[in-house]
């Protein structure tokens, strides 16, 4: 299993504009989160989502967009880039929320900067 | 909300040593679940130990070990025998126990480890 895969692993971009960050997870777990680590910060939630079609607002949701069309892959939408964004972003996803044992498995991150 | 407090940004130890490191939290809830994850420069998140609020005995994983206080509401970490792979940021998490919930992160502390 690859576990959680993340693409790319760095990207540039300037102000103003769009991307997509890919994360696919080979586990078939039912979870998905999208988190953010500001420079020496702990990781904070975006989006996540419960199962395909299913997602909800983390603790900083605005300018991003996310989807969930398959249990395998959970896209995460940057509109409109602005330097804020400036980040490492981890996806990582969980068999399901509840319990000490469902732990979520993290992938290799993101490095986004906005110039 | 929950907060998750880690009050020391860095800490070092002597190859063999013992340290530990920090962490205080702040909820209403009676379950939950703590966390220790370990990130090394790779980026990866590694979860190092977890402890379910219900359970008295203080979890236990090879050389790490946490001290529980649920009344102090604090999760210490304890590494044992320090290894300079030891080396890391290591982050404390909370988590409710209910469904599709999310993470909350600590600050982290750099871990040195001086050979």
């Known amino acids: 299993n690859a576990g959680v895969t993340q693409t790319p692993k760095f990207r540039i971009l300037k102000i103003g504009q769009s991307m997509t960050l890919q994360c696919t997870q080979d586990m078939n777990h039912n979870y998905m989160y999208w988190y953010r680590q500001d420079p020496g910060m702990g990781l904070k939630l975006i989006y996540y989502s419960v199962g395909a079609g299913i997602t909800d607002k983390g603790e900083v949701p605005n300018g991003y967009n996310v989807s969930r069309s398959t249990t395998e892959d959970f896209p995460l939408r940057l509109e409109l880039a602005a330097p804020s964004q400036t980040s490492v972003y981890f996806c990582?996803?969980?068999?399901?929320?509840?319990?000490?044992?469902?732990?979520?498995?993290f992938g290799p991150g993101t490095r986004l900067t906005v110039l | 909300a929950q907060t998750v407090t880690q009050s020391q940004p860095e800490m070092s130890v002597q190859e063999a040593e013992t340290v530990t490191l920090s962490c205080t939290y702040d909820?209403?809830?009676?379950?939950?679940?703590l966390f220790w994850y370990k990130q090394p420069p790779s980026r990866q998140m590694i979860l190092v130990i977890r402890?379910?609020?219900?359970?008295?005995q203080n979890a236990t994983e090879n050389r790490f070990s946490v001290n529980f206080q649920k009344a102090a509401k604090s999760f210490s970490l304890k590494i044992s025998d320090s290894q300079l792979g030891d080396a890391a940021m290591y982050f404390c998490?909370?988590?409710?126990?209910?469904?599709?919930?999310?993470?909350?992160f600590g600050g982290g502390t750099r871990l040195m480890v001086k050979p």
């Open positions: 909820t209403s809830e009676s379950d939950y679940y």
């Open positions: 402890q379910e609020a219900y359970k008295q």
């Open positions: 990582a996803s969980s068999y399901r929320g509840t319990g000490a044992y469902n732990e979520q498995f």
């Open positions: 998490a909370y988590k409710k126990d209910n469904a599709g919930n999310m993470l909350t």
